[in-house]
């Protein structure tokens, strides 16, 4: 019995350009977003999670409250801690690179710049998902 594996060494098709301008928005808009929460702890000197409700069950339909700033807090670092300042100026700087990288991905082609920029949604995504494990792991 043998296997044999297809290759195909033709290009693979390209994305259209409005799905790139999506992707590069969204990237712009989520650096700009990251970037402005970094320097918000750090003007406020704390990170804080908050509990919110669950939206499972019948109620999950429905429309979802606002969130409310008198919630139970889930968690919190403090300017005290030692994660405090590297983890806002992780915040910043991949802000600010996923802001200028959406702007290189605008104005060039090179497809380093696209793989870059969704190199930088995945550090993003690792980022908010340790913040707040580090956030609940020292408690409120």
Not at 8 to 29: G, M, N
Not at 30 to 37: N, Q, T
Not at 47 to 67: D, K, L
Not at 78 to 94: D, E, S
């Amino acid at each position: 019995m043998s296997f044999r594996a297809s290759v195909s060494f033709e290009p693979a098709p390209r994305a259209s350009l409005s799905d790139k301008l999506w992707v590069i928005l969204a990237v712009f808009v989520f650096g700009i977003l990251g970037a402005s929460a970094g320097v918000y702890w750090l003007s406020t000197g704390n990170i804080v999670i908050r509990q919110g409700e669950s939206y499972t069950g019948p109620r999950a339909r429905g429309p979802r409250p606002a969130p409310r700033p008198d919630a139970p807090v889930a968690g919190s670092i403090g300017a005290g801690n030692v994660l405090f300042y590297p983890l806002c100026a992780m915040w910043i700087g991949l802000g600010v690179a996923m802001v200028a990288l959406s702007a290189l991905c605008l104005f060039s082609s090179k497809v380093l710049y696209f793989r870059l920029t969704a190199c930088s949604c995945l550090a993003f995504l690792l980022l908010a998902f340790g913040t707040v494990g580090a956030a609940i792991w020292l408690g409120p």
